[in-house]
């Protein structure tokens, strides 16, 4: 069960929230709408539709297709190449391929920053502590074996195959059930009013959380920032 804590209707409630738990070893998730749950892209109503545009039902045949496609088609495109399936889902999660992997973070502050990077609604950090690891992405295990996952998500340390990784202190958790929201004891939802995501957005900025500084390898991400400056009269 999701515990839902006080909303965030300032920076003095975002400043408060990470002052008791930057010292717990959680990750934090931050999405731009309250209401969207902790689900895989793979598995999210949509994520297929037939020739009509009608929802097709999750098919874990149909994922399974879908990385050996990228794993025959994607090689010569990256510098880096993966040693496993499971490597091989971590570069196709980063390069927005829907997978069984949910981003995350372990700066709350990063996390919100996702949270209000598009203010039009309700937003909402989720933290949980920090699942069962898998220690080492290179070694050769099935990402879509339950028994050897298990029934909970796991913790995955992407290697750091770009410098966004790194800036935005990125984490992923891996999911056997990838067509079912994580909703369990001990995850927390804490919902920022929409009043203040303008704000927050213009406090992260000041504090050096922007598109820019967590994207540093992409030059739209860069301009993306001069022009929000621009529109907020903050060039320097």
Known sequence: MIT????IQNWSDLSSLVEQNFKKGWIYRGVRDSSYSLRPGI??????????????????????????????????????????RLEWMILGQHHRLPTRLLDWSESLLVAAYFAVEDPRCEAAIYGVEAPSEIKDSSIDIDPFDTEIIGETPRLVRPPHISPRITAQKGV???HSKSDEDWDVDGIHRWKIVKESTFTLKGILDFCGIHAASLFPDSADRHTE????????SRLR
């Open 4 to 7: 839902d804590e006080k909303s």
């Open 43 to 84: 598995g999210r109503e949509g994520a297929r539709r037939d020739a009509h545009g009608q929802n097709l039902p999750y098919d874990v045949e149909e994922e399974k297709r879908q990385l050996r496609q990228f794993m025959r088609e994607a090689r010569a495109k990256f510098e880096w190449e993966p040693k496993t």
């Open 172 to 174: 992923l958790t891996l």
């Open 225 to 232: 920032h001069l022009a929000w400056l621009y529109k907020r």
